[in-house]
């Protein structure tokens, strides 16, 4: 009904960001109302134009304007430079985890990862390799979010915390202070910061769950190729070069992405390959993989 207040011949332009999600129900609904206006111009805006459905985005948008991708992004010295550390759980096997919507089946790939063995090893090689840095964790469920965090406040007393779609506000907003304040290390969620998250300071991200779809696994290395927040506003009025430079000498000069595998089959799991080498035929980017 809150649509029926705004007139559609009083607007020109319709901005729609995250418009990978512009093809649902809701979002049709506003297009569909505002369209009235034949003059109207749509613009979408998303750092993740490819949907794990094949459904194109060309049903809304006439021309993609403009296409800048991640590679592009930190080259050019807008973004962190991304380091990926592969670690291998032997006991993580995903060859019997089923496909749905072009990405591993939840209920599935849950029940891997939940399983104690995985949980253990993976939460091991966090701590190892992670210490005391600033990391942020994606799980494929919340059940594999509160046994990590359970373990990694073992190894690191009230290192750790949990945010999930159940979070209360008020501990939501406590764990988002702890982390920016570094009160905590490490903050655990299962898909709830996958997208509008905002904190330049992390400095690891690790996808503790396999995924194989390039924009989900985007959204979530996303979250940590942020610069620093005393230096992004001051990369505006840099040339290329001095922008690379002051990445460089600033606090956080990379992002390390931490990704899990074990036996994956017939699987194809997206790696940080995938998303820099998104414009290379997939055989190249097999073969930088391997």
Not at 13 to 34: A, G, P, Y
Not at 92 to 105: P, Q
Not at 223 to 247: Q, S, Y
Request: aromatic content about 6%; hydrophobic content about 35%; proline content about 4%.
């Amino acid at each position: 009904k809150r649509l029926q207040r705004f007139a559609p011949n009083d607007f020109c332009v319709l901005w729609n960001d995250e418009s990978h999600r512009i093809l649902s129900r809701t979002n049709k609904n506003v297009i569909e109302h505002f369209k009235q206006n034949p003059d109207l111009k749509i613009l979408g805006v998303t750092a993740t134009p490819e949907r794990s459905d094949r459904q194109a985005l060309g049903q809304v948008f006439d021309e993609v304007a403009i296409n800048y991708g991640t590679h592009e992004g930190f080259c050019d010295g807008w973004l962190v430079r991304p380091k990926q550390i592969y670690v291998h759980i032997d006991s993580i096997d995903l060859r019997n985890v089923r496909t749905s919507g072009g990405d591993f089946r939840q209920t599935d790939l849950s029940r891997v990862l939940e399983d104690d063995k995985n949980t253990h090893g993976v939460m091991e090689s966090i701590d190892r390799i992670v210490g005391d840095k600033k990391t942020i964790i994606f799980t494929a469920s919340v059940s594999q979010a509160e046994k990590m965090c359970a373990i990694s406040n073992r190894f690191r007393p009230d290192s750790s915390r949990v945010i999930s779609g159940i979070t209360t506000d008020h501990d939501r907003e406590e764990s988002h202070r702890l982390f920016r304040e570094r009160k905590i290390t490490r903050l655990f969620n299962c898909a709830v910061l996958i997208e509008g998250y905002d904190d330049p300071d992390i400095e690891m991200v690790a996808v503790a769950r396999p995924t194989k779809s390039t924009s989900l696994y985007k959204q979530m290395i996303g979250r940590g190729l942020r610069p620093v927040a005393e230096l992004a506003d001051k990369l505006v009025d840099m040339p290329k070069e001095e922008r690379l430079f002051a990445i460089e000498c600033s606090r956080k000069p990379e992002c390390t992405i931490l990704d899990f595998c074990g036996n994956s089959g017939k699987h194809k799991l997206v790696t940080l390959v995938d998303v820099l080498g998104e414009n290379y035929p997939e055989d190249i980017r097999d073969k930088v993989a391997k």
